[in-house]
């Protein structure tokens, strides 16, 4: 399942409640992901990801305050 979301911009959550985001899911194994953002490339074994999510839309954050 997560080899359709090669190529693709995701963030990988982990089980100790960190995450990672901004980068692209570049190659699935049976037992890593690569994963590589602008700055570095990340061999991540499969046994320490929560979920790999995949933003569909961006978020519109609503306008506070009075400026124009």
């Known amino acids: ?3 359709a ?3 693709k ?3 990988i959550h982990f089980l100790d ?3 990672v985001r901004g980068g692209v899911l570049k190659e699935t194994g ?3 992901l690569k994963y ?3 700055y570095q490339e990340m ?3 499969i ?3 929560q979920a790999v999510t995949l933003d569909i839309k961006e978020h519109v954050h609503p306008r506070i305050g009075f400026a124009q």
Do not use: C, Q, R, W
């Open 43 to 45: 061999y991540i074994p």
């Open 30 to 32: 049976d037992k890593y």
């Open 36 to 38: 590589v953002t602008e």
């Open 17 to 19: 409640g960190t995450s």
């Open 47 to 49: 046994t320490s990801i």
């Open 9 to 11: 911009e995701v963030a």
């Open 5 to 7: 979301l090669e190529g």
């Open 1 to 3: 399942m997560v080899e």
